[in-house]
Nanobody, 125 residues
């Protein structure tokens, strides 16, 4: 079965940076689009960023555009989320996501077939 394991979360001050990693197994990673979502307490899970299987195309939520970068290393079966200029409103659990259909870019929860366990990001003001 598909396993997605996130790492790299933590506590950071406003303006700081973090890099999240998601190691994937149980799927032909290099043929799958991948994505990142986040969920703050009391809020719905929301799209953050996504990337096509080749890495040539990327997609971002307006709230993170220009600050976050998604990229992947297919040789390592890993997708990353580089987060810069972090704000308190970025505080959330961040989830790696693989789509139900491998070529579908996961930009909404119904398109996701597999979730990671999540990693907590806390940005202090």
């Amino acid at each position: 079965q598909v396993q997605l394991v996130e790492s790299g979360g933590g506590l950071v001050q406003t303006g700081g940076s973090l890099r999240l990693s998601c190691a994937a197994s149980g799927l032909t990673f290099g043929t799958y689009a991948m994505g990142w979502f986040r969920q703050a307490p009391g809020k719905e899970r929301e799209f953050v960023a996504a990337i096509t299987w080749s890495g040539r195309s990327t997609y971002y939520a307006d709230s993170v555009k220009g600050r976050f970068t998604i990229f992947r290393d297919n040789a390592k079966n890993t997708v990353y989320l580089q987060m810069n200029s972090l704000k308190p409103e970025d505080t959330a659990a961040y989830f790696c996501a693989a789509p139900r259909e491998r070529l579908t870019v996961p930009r909404s929860p119904p398109t996701v077939g597999s979730w990671g366990q999540g990693t907590q990001v806390t940005v202090s003001s």
